[in-house]
């Protein structure tokens, strides 16, 4: 199984921030990782797919980079919207596996 | 636009069963492959099972094996997953999931006695 290491757990941060969370794979995954966006109660939003594409919709302050086994989720100046917790995925191989999770709370 | 819409989640006591379905529009339902999802309450996320386009191969969590079962029918866009001799650890809200983009709202299953 692919074991995901997504750090920090958590942070505080201030509006306007750079924000940055990482995901690290115990293998490669090529860029078949991943990132969510949760709200509390609600469903995951997808933010990042394949590493780095954004998805239509999504605020262009998101960005993703890496490949192989490290990855970089970024929020570039962080806004009241984006305090949630935000998740990488691998679909790379069987069991998919998620990160542990990142919970985004304001300073 | 895309849509998945869960049901048939309930409380059930340990040992039941349940059939939770996943009903979809917006996209051409055969040409995706879908997960379950599962998510117990205030925790991360946890992959289930997984089918194919057409209903062919499917994968399942090593937790789920042999109790699960996850099918499809892409006449009716609905995608299924079958859950027998359940336990109280499989509580959680489970969410279908279009490939890995699109999630639906999910839906509450309870085992408890």
């Known amino acids: 199984d692919i074991q995901m290491t997504q750090s920090p757990s958590s942070l505080s941060a201030s509006l306007g921030d750079r924000v940055i969370i990482t995901c690290r794979t115990s293998q490669s995954v090529t860029t078949n990782l991943h990132w969510y966006q949760q709200k509390p109660g609600k469903a995951p939003k997808l933010l990042i797919y394949r590493a780095s594409t954004l998805p239509n919709g999504v605020p262009s302050r998101f960005s993703g980079s890496g490949s192989e086994t490290d990855f970089t989720l970024t929020i570039s100046s962080l806004q009241p919207d984006d305090f949630a917790t935000y998740y990488c995925?691998?679909?790379?191989?069987?069991?998919?596996?998620f990160g542990g999770g990142t919970k985004v709370e304001i300073k | 636009e895309v849509q998945l819409v869960e049901s048939g989640g309930d409380r059930v006591q340990p040992g039941g069963s349940l059939r939770l379905a996943c009903t979809v529009s917006g996209f051409t339902f055969s040409d995706y492959w879908m997960h379950w999802v599962r998510q117990d309450p205030g925790k991360g996320l946890v992959w289930v099972a997984r089918i194919n386009s057409d209903g062919s191969s499917t994968s399942y969590a090593d937790s789920v094996k042999g109790r699960f079962t996850v099918s499809r029918d892409n006449a009716k866009n609905i995608l299924f997953l079958q859950m027998n001799s359940l336990r109280v650890e499989d509580t959680a809200v489970y969410f279908c999931?279009?490939?890995?983009?699109?999630w639906g709202q999910g839906t509450l299953v309870t085992v408890s006695s």
């Open positions: 995925h691998q679909s790379h191989s069987t069991p998919l596996t």
């Open positions: 999931l279009r490939a890995s983009d699109y």
